[in-house]
């Protein structure tokens, strides 16, 4: 056993110092090589060891996250593993076409869908020879059909390569889709582009091979399915190509209304406005009836459809839901279609582009077929990539339905107070009505530098986030709905209106801190007997106390606590009567000291700290502006 112990040691050690050589060497590494794919990319950065080989590297990465891929020896041919044995009873499903499309193509094989797919150049159509072979591969007896997109490079390629293998015996059918919408006829002599719309195609007669269906009955629904699909896609901005830069330029504040997939510019550019705008007019493109359009018949209304939200890239998720959103309202509340299957998310791309596109499929225009499109499109696949984008989806179940209805414990809170302030009101009530307007108006002219701050050192939020706070407050005070008779039922009222109104770290910590002196105010019945310093003493400390506690930074992580927690001192150690004038001044002298420290806390740590130097803590500012205004009150009092 101690000879078994001191071998394991050994192994480790010599692992180490093989880790340790190899990790000198990478730092070692000449930098210019480093910067090989930033040189060669005209000087914008991707994630990309360099553009030569972008494309087998990709196929690399793909084949290594799923173990039931093969690759065609010697060619860009993704495949089934298994291809052997399921083309002896299965029609096979062959697609492809230029890369930068991610998923598409490859990155749907996979059971229910693609038998290979084939992969050219990005945006270039693979040669007839790598098509061939893939034919040849999944040539069974059951047949094989090719699903190509229309563009010339890939009708040509694509088509001669089934010629080919039909003269080698192979029973090959091809089904050309062209799914565009947004070309008017005179444009193209080749017709309608083919873009995201082919996804349907996939699942749909993907499902049919995988269910053991013919040949024959597989092409005669692709081609039915063409005259039913219809796409429209829009960018934000051009897609960058590996080694060549942005594929187009767009004019400010503009997008590209019928972009194609190959970084093509849209047919015309729009001014941008919201993306419902976009939306309508993406889906009047789709059903547009003039002659030079009428791609897809005219909907009728209750007609069953299905929508492919395709990400063309570039966009978030959090872009695509509200999208999602934009595009339903008039599908369902100005059309009355039924949406009845969704698939939203990155399928067809055009590799970085910052855009979208629509795909509709009428399922209740094939009347014939309709229960056998909506099973094939709810067959259950292996593929990651298609079960990643469906969107359980009800269209019949609103959103006012799902509502669920929430008692508040604080729903009398804000019961208008009745009869405001008038003459003869109590002094302290107007005071402290000023006070707090004063407060709220100086957070509002003060947001643009706070903004201008949080941009350097944050996220840029602060400046908004207070300024939200500010006016919902103010908002408040206008009605008459503050409690300013109950100064405890008015913190408590403070806390409800910036946690509602402001949101994110900032609309918490001011939440805790007036909730904290709410607390303190209403277990101290007799505080507001006290001095202006013993109130401002007793309730500062709460307040900042709660910050800390549930905050977790303190005084020197850069943070308002900066501020908060010197002017409490103050109070507390002071033996004479308190200096407000000098309080207003030193509550802005500690917001801009904050510029030389270390942040420890909030989004500022994260950063580097040559960024933060001689840039005064967003937070700080915005506290020691209120502040300076209730110091500045009090002083006037005091005099």
Avoid at 171 to 193: F, H, T, W
Avoid at 403 to 419: C, D, M, P, T, Y
Avoid at 525 to 544: F, N, P, Q, Y
């Amino acid at each position: 056993m101690p000879l078994l112990v001191f071998g394991s040691v050994v192994v480790d050690w010599v692992f180490d110092l093989l880790f340790d050589q190899r990790l000198k060497k990478l730092e070692l590494q000449d930098t210019e090589d480093v910067c090989d794919a930033h040189t060669e990319n005209n000087g914008f950065i991707q994630l990309i060891n360099n553009s030569t080989d972008v494309v087998n590297e990709g196929i690399d990465g793909l084949l290594r996250a799923n173990s039931n891929l093969s690759l065609l020896e010697g060619h860009r041919v993704v495949i089934r593993k298994d291809i052997g044995t399921y083309k002896k009873n299965h029609v096979t499903l062959i697609s492809g076409g230029g890369s930068g499309h991610e998923p598409a193509h490859a990155g749907f094989v996979g059971n229910g869908l693609l038998s290979a797919a084939v992969c050219g150049d990005v945006f270039s159509s693979p040669s007839t020879s790598q098509i061939l072979a893939a034919i040849l591969a999944c040539a069974g007896e059951m047949g094989v059909v090719v699903i190509v997109k229309n563009y010339t490079g890939d009708r040509l390629n694509f088509g001669l390569a089934v010629e080919r293998a039909k003269c080698e015996g192979v029973r090959v059918e091809m089904i050309v889709v062209a799914d565009d919408c947004a070309l008017p006829r005179e444009k193209s002599r080749m017709g309608r582009r083919g873009v995201a719309g082919t996804l349907f195609f996939h699942k749909i007669l993907g499902s049919m091979a995988f269910s053991g269906e013919s040949i024959d009955s597989i092409v005669k629904q692709g081609l039915e399915l063409q005259q039913y699909v219809g796409t429209v896609g829009v960018a934000l901005s051009a897609c960058r190509v590996p080694g060549v830069g942005p594929s187009f330029q767009l004019p400010p504040s503009n997008c590209g209304l019928g972009v194609g997939i190959h970084g093509e510019a849209g047919v015309a550019n729009r001014t941008y406005t919201t993306v419902e705008n976009i939306a309508r007019d993406m889906i009047s493109l789709i059903f547009n009836q003039d002659k030079e359009y009428g791609y897809v018949p005219k909907p009728v209304e209750g007609d069953e459809f299905a929508l492919l939200l395709n990400n063309l890239g570039g966009s978030s998720i959090l872009e695509l839901n509200v999208t999602l959103n934009s595009v339903l309202k008039p599908l369902n509340e100005e059309l009355n279609l039924k949406i009845v299957r969704v698939y939203m998310g990155s399928l067809m791309t055009s590799i970085d582009m910052q855009g979208f596109s629509i795909s509709l499929l009428n399922i209740s225009a094939m009347k014939q077929r309709q229960a056998s499109i909506l099973m094939n499109l709810d067959n259950k696949t292996e593929v990651v990539a298609w079960n990643a984008v469906c969107v359980p989806f009800d269209s019949t179940c609103s959103i006012e339905s799902r509502k669920i209805a929430v008692s508040s414990s604080n729903s009398q809170l804000f019961a208008r107070e009745g009869k405001g302030l008038r003459d003869g009101e109590r002094e302290s009530e107007l005071f402290l009505a000023e006070t707090l307007r004063k407060c709220c108006e100086a957070v509002i002219a003060h947001e643009p530098h706070i903004t201008q701050l949080d941009m350097i050192v944050g996220d840029g939020d602060c400046g908004t986030t207070m300024l939200q706070g500010a006016t919902a407050i103010l908002s408040h005070l206008e009605q008459n709905m503050l409690a300013l008779h109950s100064h405890s039922k008015l913190a408590l009222q403070l806390s409800d209106i910036v946690e509602r109104s402001m949101g994110g770290t900032s609309g918490a910590v001011y939440s805790i801190f007036f909730s904290a002196i709410s607390h303190i105010l209403l277990s101290n019945a007799d505080l507001m007997e006290g001095t202006a310093a013993e109130i401002s003493r007793t309730c500062l400390g709460a307040g900042v106390e709660a910050i800390v506690r549930y905050g977790g930074a303190s005084e020197g992580d850069r943070t308002m606590l900066d501020v908060l927690i010197p002017v409490h001192r103050y109070l507390v150690e002071s033996q004479v009567e308190i200096d407000w004038e000098y309080l207003n001044g030193y509550a802005h002298l500690l917001a801009m000291e904050t510029a030389n420290l270390q942040a420890r806390s909030g989004r500022s740590s994260y950063l580097p700290s040559e960024i933060l130097k001689n840039h005064a803590d967003p937070g700080a500012v915005a506290a020691s502006v209120w502040l300076q205004e209730i110091f500045s009150a009090l002083h006037e009092e005091q005099c």
